[in-house]
Structures are given as C-alpha cells and as structure tokens.
C-alpha cells in the first residue's frame, strides 16, 4: 500500500510543481512557454478523467515540472526555491478550503462543464481568460488570497495577470489529485528516494 500509484503521485506532484514554476516566470520576467500551459489547462478541464497522464495531456508536456519537482525533493539550498516552497504550502490551504466548500465545489463544476462544451472553438488565451474568471468566482473567495511575488509590469497585464490566476488553478487541482492518488507529505518526506527514482524514469522516457 505504501508504495501504491508513486508512478501517478509523482505526474500530479509534476503538475503542481509546473504550475507553480510557471507562476514565478510570468510574474518575475513574463515568460510563458505554451508547452508549458497546455497541460495545465487541460488538467482543470479533465475534472472526470481516469487516466492521470491523460489529464495532462502526456507525460513530456510536464518536463519542466519533474525537473522542478526533483530540485525540491533532493536539492540544496542553492537549488531549492523557497518561493516555489511558499506557493506550495499556500494552494494547500487554499485546496484544503475548497475542499470544505460543498457549495463552492459545486459551482465551480458547474462553471467547468459549460466552459468545456465550448473550448474546442477557443484559442489558448481565450480559455486562460474564461478559467481565471472562474478562479476569480471561487478560489479567490478564500481568505488569506495566495500573493504573488514579481515585477508590477507582469503582475498588472491583464493577460498576464489571468496566465497566473489558470496556473494557480492548475496547481490547486494537481494538489487535490495527489491526494486523491494517496499522496501525503508524510509519504512524500519517507520516500523522496521513490519519488526521485521515478522522476528519472519519466525524464529519461521524455530524453527517448
């Protein structure tokens, strides 16, 4: 039991590293690489899928965040961020407040189900716009707000502005999955060596 679904674990945890990775570079220097994206769109949208790669479209769409992830678990002070490490620990208590809302929960399927009978239509940008409002209706209700470190040119644009809103989304919805899959920080503190051995794994199926 206790080294149950690591495989699946370590493609949510990616996904929540990956989001938080991409939340700094839109704030901080306004990068934002597609690639990058897509999965984390894809993965508030596939609210009823099975198949955990699926939901992030495939497992080479989250390289960056398996590298990211790997950093956090076995880095050093040099390489570990503790900006990274302060967005984790604020989408898990704005996840566990969610996850107290029946009503909230509720609203936001609503809200998704029709965002998604209509997205194949959309470009990328028009549905990060239609997933911040939906963030903006309903995670942004909790209190305390997640605060984002970055340069005020970034973090004003408005499409910037929704770009970080969607990957925080995303890193919500990666962390419930992982705890839907039996992720705990227990787990992860007693098995970092699986979980690294399993990041390698990925990257060197992405390198192949």
Not at 72 to 99: C, K, P, V, W
Not at 100 to 117: A, H, R, V
Not at 168 to 185: D, E, M, N, T, Y
Request: aromatic content about 10%; hydrophobic content about 40%.
């Amino acid at each position: 039991m206790l080294f149950d679904k690591i495989d699946e674990q370590t493609i949510a945890l990616a996904g929540l590293y990956q989001s938080c990775h991409v939340v700094s570079k839109i704030a901080w220097n306004g990068e934002y690489y597609e690639k990058d994206f897509n999965p984390l769109i894809n993965c508030i949208l596939k609210i009823n899928s099975t198949n955990t790669e699926d939901i992030y479209i495939n497992i080479s769409n989250l390289k960056t965040g398996l590298i990211s992830f790997k950093k956090q678990i076995i880095g050093d002070i040099f390489t570990r961020s503790s900006e990274i490490r302060r967005y984790i620990a604020s989408l898990q208590q704005l996840s566990y407040n969610l996850m107290s809302n029946e009503k909230c929960i509720g609203e936001m399927q609503t809200m998704l189900k029709k965002l998604d009978d209509k997205v194949e239509s959309m470009t990328i940008d028009e549905k990060v716009i239609q997933l911040s409002n939906i963030y903006q209706k309903t995670l942004s209700t909790f209190e305390p707000r997640i605060v984002v470190s970055g340069d005020n040119l970034h973090l004003t644009d408005k499409i910037q502005a929704s770009r970080i809103r969607t990957a925080l989304f995303a890193g919500v919805r990666s962390l419930i999955l992982w705890q839907q899959l039996g992720g705990s920080k227990l787990k992860l503190f007693f098995l970092k060596g699986k979980y690294s051995k399993q990041i390698d794994e990925y990257l060197n199926m992405i390198r192949s």
